[in-house]
């Protein structure tokens, strides 16, 4: 009856576990919005704003709102249609700087595609102020006592295309005397230098406070999550901040969270995606950011004022990144001076472990070509370096089971008494110098492994629309292909705890199988729960991105072989094993007869 009791009591927790896992799935991963339709964007729609409900963000970021993405590209067109532009042609940005404010509000990413499909348009990071995607960039300065330029002001430029062969200088003047000029120059990554430049020609000193912002809208935001971050981000006396997200912001109402000490870098992340002014390291810049209401926000770069003599010019440069959050690129300006610009990755705290193995399963990538071949070989790799490891938990359960008589007499001798009982035998495990937790070693050794898997799987752009083979198209994301839809024939999405795919089912199989070959639990009902966690897992696993379930499976499938190989080196332990699943599936029948024989008989 205790057994049966427990069985229950599993089954019960199993199925609370599945419904508050599917709602889990649902905040954690949103589905991405339908794509609006063809109509919308010739005026019906395009014109309306939301409905006021905000659509949850995605991992992806980006509008989701259907009226916002036709209205978007009908603002876009017509703001990039107006001319009085200078455009960016670089092998990793392309885009353009508007004249008018001398705004960065037009950046396209070359290497990132909105969709797996390859023939996708390349992600747009940056657009105008007032399109509903609003991400931007401006330099300037607040003068006192004399005419700055502003947002109005009609630049002019001594080239009309920036690349890295051909920096651009914009220049203003004003009635009295001073020239401000921007002068921009662009590398073949993300990076922009502006260096502000202020010439004082006229007969008394000029006192400017020269500022730097980036601005965003938090429609375009990804999803913030508990481990991966997005949002306002920064690095100050050296140390990257995550504390702040848009609702900490919004709940200043309109007044600047300020940072003390000096800022290294400050901006706006996604999970992919990031764009950050960094100032010089002299420079005594301070950081702020502030909501600027409707959605709103910005990170401004406040630098001390400056007083320019007559005859004399002052300039100091400011450096804009816009791009894709490349591990490999970011380093390589970590290098160059921008201090801890790899950690706008949100590695958390154990970035000490999942570098390297994001550093290994990239180097297998560029070995191979293919990142699930790489995590598959990395698989290999971490079951190869846990053998020996493997081959004493095999001995260790051998001399487990050769302790279980004198453990079943030291419990019967001392069944009423509970902490002798204990004493005795952790003395026997003492003097047969037995450890029981030495079976657990490789298990716990595996949790490191996967969670740093599943932190590189989930954060680092270069795994994002990676394929595998066959319908695996992107390994960052879930198993598209579900069987209640017949493998996507029928017209509906399944919820996502009944969203089994095929790696879904072969890990449930193949953790199935594992199972078969471990040694039978002395506990029936313990042995029952045992036996349905392979397809408890195998829904609890399917919503998880593809590549972390090619992982599983392939150390499943290694388990088994290790546990076949090792059973062949002892046979003792094999012949165990399996005498102790006939004792347990003994005393499951004799338990399911004397139930059967207690319920009352219907007349």
């Given at each position: 009856m205790q057994n049966q009791r427990n069985v229950i009591m599993a089954v019960v927790l199993t199925g609370l576990l599945l419904l508050g896992w599917e709602s889990a799935m649902r905040w954690f991963y949103p589905a991405p919005p339908p794509k609006p339709q063809v109509a919308a964007a010739s005026g019906a729609t395009a014109t309306a704003s939301t409905d006021g409900s905000k659509p949850k963000p995605t991992r992806e970021g980006g509008l989701q709102n259907a009226a916002d993405i036709a209205l978007e590209k009908k603002d876009l067109a017509q703001e990039l249609a107006a001319g009085n532009r200078v455009v960016i042609d670089a092998p990793g940005l392309k885009g353009s700087i508007n004249l008018k404010g001398a705004v960065v509000d037009d950046v396209t990413l070359v290497r990132h595609r909105e969709a797996v499909d390859k023939n996708s348009a390349?992600?747009?990071?940056?657009?105008?102020?007032?399109?509903?995607?609003?991400?931007?960039?401006?330099?300037?300065?607040?003068?006192?006592?004399?005419?700055?330029?502003?947002?109005?002001?009609?630049?002019?430029?001594?080239?009309?295309?920036?690349?890295?062969?051909?920096?651009?200088?914009?220049?203003?003047?004003?009635?009295?005397?001073?020239?401000?000029?921007i002068r921009y120059a662009i590398d073949n990554d993300y990076m922009i230098t502006a260096t502000q430049?202020?010439?004082?020609?006229?007969?008394?000193?000029?006192?400017?406070?020269?500022?730097?912002?980036?601005?965003?809208?938090?429609?375009?935001?990804?999803?913030?999550?508990?481990?991966?971050?997005?949002g306002p981000i920064g690095a100050f006396d050296g140390s990257v901040n995550f504390s702040n997200n848009y609702s900490t912001v919004a709940e200043a109402q309109?007044?600047?969270?300020?940072?003390?000490?000096?800022?290294?870098?400050?901006?706006?992340?996604?999970?992919?995606?990031?764009?950050?002014?960094?100032?010089?390291?002299?420079?005594?810049?301070?950081?702020?950011?502030?909501?600027?209401?409707?959605?709103?926000?910005?990170?401004?770069?406040?630098?001390?004022?400056?007083?320019?003599?007559?005859?004399?010019?002052?300039?100091?440069?400011?450096?804009?990144?816009?791009?894709?959050?490349?591990?490999?690129?970011?380093?390589?300006?970590?290098?160059?001076?921008?201090?801890?610009?790899?950690?706008?990755?949100?590695?958390?705290?154990?970035?000490?472990?999942?570098?390297?193995?994001?550093?290994?399963?990239?180097?297998?990538?560029?070995?191979?070509?293919?990142?699930?071949?790489?995590?598959?070989?990395?698989?290999?790799?971490?079951?190869?370096?846990?053998?020996?490891?493997?081959?004493?938990?095999?001995?260790?359960?051998?001399?487990?089971?050769?302790?279980?008589?004198?453990?079943?007499?030291?419990?019967?001798?001392y069944k009423d008494d509970k902490q002798t009982q204990q004493q005795k035998i952790m003395e026997l495990y003492k003097t047969e110098?037995?450890?029981?937790?030495?079976?657990?070693l490789p298990m716990f050794l595996q949790i490191p492994v996967f969670f740093a898997l599943y932190k590189v799987l989930v954060l680092t752009i270069e795994m994002r629309h990676q394929p595998f083979a066959l319908w695996?198209?992107?390994?960052?994301?879930?198993?598209?292909?579900?069987?209640?839809?017949?493998?996507?024939?029928?017209?509906?999405?399944?919820?996502?705890?009944?969203?089994?795919?095929?790696?879904?089912?072969?890990?449930?199989?193949?953790?199935?199988?594992?199972?078969?070959?471990?040694?039978?639990?002395?506990?029936?009902?313990?042995?029952?729960?045992?036996?349905?966690?392979?397809?408890?897992?195998?829904?609890?696993?399917?919503?998880?991105?593809?590549?972390?379930l090619i992982y599983w499976i392939t150390s499943n499938l290694l388990t088994i072989a290790q546990q076949k190989y090792l059973y062949s080196r002892h046979p003792q332990l094999k012949a165990q094993a399996d005498k102790d699943q006939l004792d347990v599936d003994r005393v499951v029948a004799r338990e399911q007869k004397s139930a059967a024989n207690r319920k009352p008989k219907t007349r």
């Open positions: 390349p992600v747009r990071l940056f657009s105008p102020a007032g399109t509903p995607a609003q991400h931007y960039a401006q330099l300037g300065w607040v003068g006192e006592g004399v005419a700055a330029p502003d947002a109005n002001t009609e630049w002019t430029a001594d080239g009309n295309r920036l690349t890295p062969q051909t920096p651009v200088t914009l220049r203003w003047a004003n009635p009295t005397g001073q020239t401000f000029s430049g202020v010439a004082n020609a006229g007969g008394a000193p000029a006192v400017v406070k020269p500022f730097a912002l980036v601005a965003r809208t938090d429609k375009t935001a990804s999803l913030d999550t508990w481990n991966v971050h997005s309109g007044q600047t969270i300020p940072f003390k000490g000096t800022t290294n870098w400050i901006g706006f992340t996604d999970i992919y995606w990031l764009s950050a002014l960094v100032p010089d390291a002299s420079a005594k810049a301070e950081g702020a950011f502030r909501s600027l209401g409707n959605g709103v926000y910005r990170a401004d770069l406040i630098f001390p004022n400056v007083s320019v003599a007559p005859g004399q010019a002052q300039s100091q440069t400011v450096r804009l990144f816009a791009g894709g959050k490349e591990n490999a690129v970011l380093e390589k300006y970590e290098a160059a001076g921008v201090t801890n610009f790899s950690l706008s990755i949100d590695w958390g705290w154990f970035r000490w472990f999942e570098k390297p193995i994001f550093w290994l399963l990239d180097s297998l990538f560029k070995l191979v070509g293919n990142f699930g071949v790489a995590i598959i070989l990395l698989t290999l790799i971490v079951r190869g370096i846990m053998f020996p490891i493997a081959q004493r938990q095999f001995a260790s359960m051998a001399a487990m089971r050769a302790l279980q008589p004198k453990m079943k007499a030291l419990q019967e001798r110098k037995v450890n029981p937790l030495a079976g657990c695996i198209k992107d390994l960052s994301a879930p198993d598209p292909l579900h069987v209640l839809n017949l493998f996507g024939l029928l017209p509906f999405t399944p919820p996502s705890f009944l969203a089994i795919g095929v790696l879904a089912i072969l890990l449930g199989f193949t953790m199935w199988l594992q199972f078969k070959l471990q040694p039978a639990a002395m506990d029936p009902a313990q042995q029952q729960v045992f036996s349905i966690m392979p397809w408890i897992m195998m829904f609890v696993m399917a919503p998880f991105a593809a590549g972390l």
